[in-house]
């Protein structure tokens, strides 16, 4: 049985929505509402929905950017989503994230050798002449050289910037990292020279990833196995080529038919999705997916849908699971 490095029971993150005079709540963003998953050591698990289903929050509370509201995040066996700072330092260097947007994730005031290098310096690993060496090995493996040592990020290419974050995370030797869409606002060129490189250091450190992202083809390449979130809730969880095959909840379903066909003259059908993504402040009661869903039926609006092992491995969140929606003619 393969090794499970992470695992999250019952995650929860509510965000006050505060008013009046003394800013007391007044209500919640339901940002995170219940998910569940693991991630086996070694593997890449995809995390796919549209903007604002979660995703990033997810990768967040794991890494206690943000405190989780409830929950467990067991890593290697250790629940560490109640842990306080003191305690939680030594599991610090074991978890990095590489962040969505390379400008706005590096310092513009520092050169690139001390923001790759201040890991090393905080973590006591490295000082003076070994944390530059240790730099320039880490630059190597990504892709760049000595040269950019003592520029700034603003001398740098989006592509180039995403490459140092990414040195910037290895720099402790982690064991798993929060890819929190690593490569949306990069060329599609560049975008494809990323994922290789993230797949090789994969390969060759050993690395468990966590790749989050709204882009099925992506998600495609890089994961083993991909949940999908719909606001604040894992709907779908399957090995990759299972869930390309079948899917068997309805939005999942509409996301695949959305995905385009690289040839101009094939023609299919698609189901577009009515209306709008309702508000995590305010989300509705049964299944969340049942205002916009096109076979949903009476007790969808009133009973939410457990996750359950529908096929073997493939997890679906609907009273449905598996009944095919259609376009209307």
């Not at 995650?11 to 693991?38: C, D, Q």
């Not at 903007?51 to 509370?61: A, D, E, H, I, N």
């Not at 990323?194 to 890089?222: A, G, R």
């Not at 068997?248 to 577009?272: G, K, S």
Request: hydrophobic share 40%; net charge neutral.
């Amino acid at each position: 049985m393969p090794e499970r490095i992470l695992e999250i029971k019952n995650l929860k993150k509510f965000f006050p929505i505060r008013g009046g005079i003394l800013g007391r709540p007044i209500g919640y963003v339901y940002a995170v509402n219940g998910v569940n998953f693991h991630i086996n050591r070694g593997e890449t698990l995809g995390l796919v929905g549209e903007s604002g289903c979660g995703k990033t929050t997810v990768g967040r509370c794991i890494l206690k950017l943000i405190q989780p509201t409830d929950g467990e995040i067991l890593f290697e066996g250790n629940d560490i989503a109640r842990l306080p700072e003191g305690e939680m330092q030594k599991f610090r260097s074991r978890m990095q994230i590489v962040f969505q947007d390379p400008y706005a994730s590096l310092n513009p005031r520092w050169t690139i050798k001390d923001i790759v290098g201040e890991p090393l310096v905080v973590r006591g690993i490295a000082h003076g002449e070994e944390m530059r060496k240790t730099v320039l090995n880490l630059l190597s493996r990504v892709g760049l050289s000595e040269d950019h040592l003592n520029r700034f990020p603003h001398e740098f290419s989006g592509g180039q910037r995403q490459r140092i974050g990414i040195a910037r995370a290895l720099a402790v030797d982690p064991e798993f990292i929060v890819l929190d869409e690593p490569t949306s606002s990069l060329d599609v060129s560049v975008q494809a020279q990323t994922l290789n490189l993230l797949k090789e250091l994969q390969k060759d450190l050993k690395l468990t990833y966590l790749f989050i992202s709204h882009n099925l083809s992506v998600i495609k390449h890089m994961s083993d196995r991909i949940a999908v979130m719909y606001l604040g809730k894992v709907v779908e969880m399957a090995p990759k080529g299972a869930l390309f095959e079948r899917q068997l909840h309805p939005y999942t379903q509409a996301l695949f038919q959305a995905i385009p066909i690289p040839d101009p003259d094939v023609r299919r059908e698609r189901v577009v999705l009515k209306g709008d993504v309702p508000s995590p402040a305010n989300p509705p009661p049964g299944c969340p997916f049942h205002p916009r869903c096109p076979i949903a039926i009476d007790v969808c609006s009133r009973v939410e849908p457990p996750l359950v092992e529908v096929e073997p491995d493939h997890w679906a969140a609907c009273h449905l699971a598996g009944q095919q929606i259609v376009a209307s003619k």
